[in-house]
């Protein structure tokens, strides 16, 4: 934890006051209106009523840009912030490029195995009764089971880097084969210490390939991936302000007192209903999680210490209302997408800004406000 007038993020001491914001009243912010409508994308009839019955009605900014784009086999860099739909941005031309031609196979890399099988099931929801098959290979489950589904008919995998390229030695995943490939939350790859896999990965694919790109921030190293990866690549941004504007931030000034007592206090408040608390540590964020059930609440912990079918087990239990509280490490809660939240809580600090923006994204979603609170020593 840092003193009491702030803490150093990468070389700039960030005052307690940028924790602090008033969420924008969501009537003030500009309303968007989508230039089609997703009957108007030339994607196979069986797929449009697939989306329709998953609920999908008017296309979000980056689907709206996207689509016609990818449907054109053109490559793309999209800049979005989790949270505004990218994932259907890709999903749906891609699927409908499976559909019309039954050889084509698409890899898709993301930096953790819980975003990997979210996008898997969005793929099932979109693909359902279009037999369109796809393989999760990510790292922390088993790789025997992944080895077995790949040599059955598929044409997407959706992975981690680290465990592609596992499976890319091991002569089960020819690269090759795939003329489509995606990379989500490239900048958090980047980040988590991907980039060499990444590049292995793209060095043993065909050089005349369909690239698409995503990223919530521009850095000078995100700006040379672009080069090396892609060609011509239109680029799509709909990235929104730094912080959620429907989020209300705030800081709790702990001032000596026991921190467990006062996150307990706030938990009995009204509205507390499914709350995500972050730790600094995969240790405290597991010693908190048994305080707070010590303490009566129905709380969870996900951090890499927890083999991944706890940890799905923990996030499907928070997905659906059976526990009040996540608590969760800032790399196990990476690609995290849960509806819903209704507090975003930093118990400890974040180590940098941007991790801070990342966290509080976590809440304010799809349209509803959410809250931040920050403590601060």
Excluded: W
């Amino acid at each position: 934890m840092g003193g009491r007038g702030g803490r150093s993020f990468k070389g700039q001491l960030i005052d307690p006051s940028r924790f602090i914001n008033k969420a924008v009243i969501t009537e003030e912010v500009e309303h968007f209106v989508p230039e089609h409508a997703f009957a108007d994308f030339a994607v196979a009839p069986e797929l449009k009523a697939n989306i329709i019955n998953k609920g999908y009605q008017a296309p979000t900014p980056i689907q709206d840009r996207a689509i016609p784009h990818v449907l054109l086999g053109r490559d793309v860099v999209g800049i979005a912030n989790t949270g505004t739909g990218k994932t259907a941005a890709f999903l749906i031309p891609l699927i409908n490029k499976v559909f019309k031609n039954r050889t084509e196979k698409v890899i898709i890399a993301v930096p953790t195995r819980e975003l990997a099988i979210q996008i898997d099931e969005e793929l099932r929801g979109f693909a359902e009764g279009l037999r369109i098959y796809s393989v999760c290979t990510v790292g922390g489950a088993p790789i025997g089971p992944q080895i077995r589904d790949l040599k059955r008919s598929h044409n997407f995998v959706i992975g981690t880097p680290g465990r592609i390229k596992d499976l890319v030695e091991r002569k089960v995943i020819n690269l090759l084969s795939f003329n489509t490939v995606v990379l989500d939350e490239a900048d958090r790859m980047l980040d988590m210490g991907f980039v060499n896999d990444m590049r292995f990965m793209m060095s043993q694919m065909a050089s005349a390939r369909h690239t698409l790109f995503f990223s919530a921030t521009m850095s000078r190293e995100i700006e040379i991936l672009i080069k090396e990866f892609l060609t011509d690549p239109v680029s799509v941004s709909v990235k929104t302000g730094d912080t959620a504007k429907s989020v209300d931030q705030d800081i709790v000034r702990i001032e000596g007192k026991n921190k467990v007592d006062i996150l307990h206090d706030l938990l009995l408040k009204d509205g507390f209903t499914k709350v995500l608390v972050f730790g600094q540590t995969k240790h405290g964020v597991e010693r908190l999680s048994k305080d707070l059930i010590g303490r009566g609440f129905k709380a969870e912990s996900i951090h890499g210490n927890k083999n991944h079918s706890k940890r799905q087990k923990a996030l499907g239990l928070f997905k659906d209302d059976h526990i009040q509280v996540l608590v969760a490490t800032d790399v196990a809660a990476r690609g995290i997408d849960v509806s819903n939240v209704s507090h975003v809580i930093n118990y400890d600090l974040p180590n940098t800004y941007e991790d801070y923006v990342h966290r509080i994204g976590r809440t304010g979603r799809a349209g509803k406000r959410g809250k931040a609170l920050t403590f601060i020593q």
